[in-house]
Antibody
Framework: QVQLQESGPGLVKPSETLSLTCTVS????????WSWIRQPPGKGLEWIGYIYHSGTTNYNPSLRSRVTISLDTSKNLFSLKVSSVNAADTAVYYCARGYCRGAGCQLYYFDPWGQGALVTVSS | EIVMTQSPLSLSVTPGEPASISCRSS???????????LVWYLQKPGQSPQVLIYLGSNRASGVPDRFSGSGSGTDFTLKISRVEAEDVGVYYCMQALQAPITFGQGTRLEIQ
């Protein structure tokens, strides 16, 4: 059974770069989308972006200029970087596997999700 | 971007009674093959979201059959036939038809 685990610093200073990794166990990075989703404290869910196993990426336009998602198949993990962070980037960051269907591999749901990593932006 | 609107935002239900949550999208979620790219998640207190329903009406593996999803196009409903104590949490709908993937605001279900 595939499991995902986020890791990275829990505190980041304003204007610096937030970096998280998601380690995948019980399966490989092939044939799926690998995504990041965040949730500010007490608020709803915001999709950040995903990377396909081929390396193709897609980001939320609201964050596109500051976000990079990458794969490391040798270590079976994928990573998130968000540059120039501010207090509004404080959130629980989740990684998740995206299932796709059809000839065009259209993503249609996320499962499983990692347990989440709280990242606080503060000086 | 497709806007997802849920209602109600909170509900309080007696155990054993039914519950219903509505999700409306600003654009149709049907693809050219007739599939509705609408997902329902439940986020239990202190946990990450777990999938309940995908493609509008398909129950995910391990999800009790008291949960059902219906609807098409822009109007969708999640129904719980008989609410149990373990069903407390926040329910989210999500559209996956087009990027950016977007979520509803969430509906908090509590037990009376």
């Amino acid at each position: 059974q595939v499991q995902l685990q986020e890791s990275g610093p829990g505190l980041v200073k304003p204007s610096e770069t937030l970096s998280l990794t998601c380690t995948v166990s019980g399966g490989s990075l092939s044939d799926h989308y690998w995504s990041w989703i965040r949730q500010p404290p007490g608020k709803g869910l915001e999709w950040i972006g995903y990377i396909y196993h081929s390396g193709t990426t897609n980001y939320n336009p609201s964050l596109r200029s500051r976000v990079t998602i990458s794969l490391d198949t040798s270590k079976n993990l994928f990573s998130l970087k968000v540059s120039s962070v501010n207090a509004a980037d404080t959130a629980v960051y989740y990684c998740a596997r995206g299932y796709c269907r059809g000839a065009g591999c259209q993503l249609y749901y996320f499962d499983p999700w990692g347990q989440g990593a709280l990242v606080t932006v503060s000086s | 971007e497709i806007v997802m609107t849920q209602s109600p935002l909170s509900l309080s239900v007696t155990p054993g009674e039914p519950a219903s949550i509505s999700c409306r999208s600003s654009q149709s979620l049907v693809d050219s093959y007739g599939y509705n790219y609408l997902v329902w998640y439940l986020q239990k207190p202190g946990q990450s979201p777990q999938v309940l329903i995908y493609l509008g009406s398909n129950r995910a593996s391990g999800v009790p059959d008291r949960f059902s999803g219906s609807g098409s196009g822009t109007d969708f409903t999640l129904k719980i036939s008989r609410v149990e104590a373990e069903d407390v949490g926040v329910y989210y709908c999500m559209q996956a038809l087009q990027a950016p993937i977007t979520f509803g605001q969430g509906t908090r279900l509590e037990i009376q």
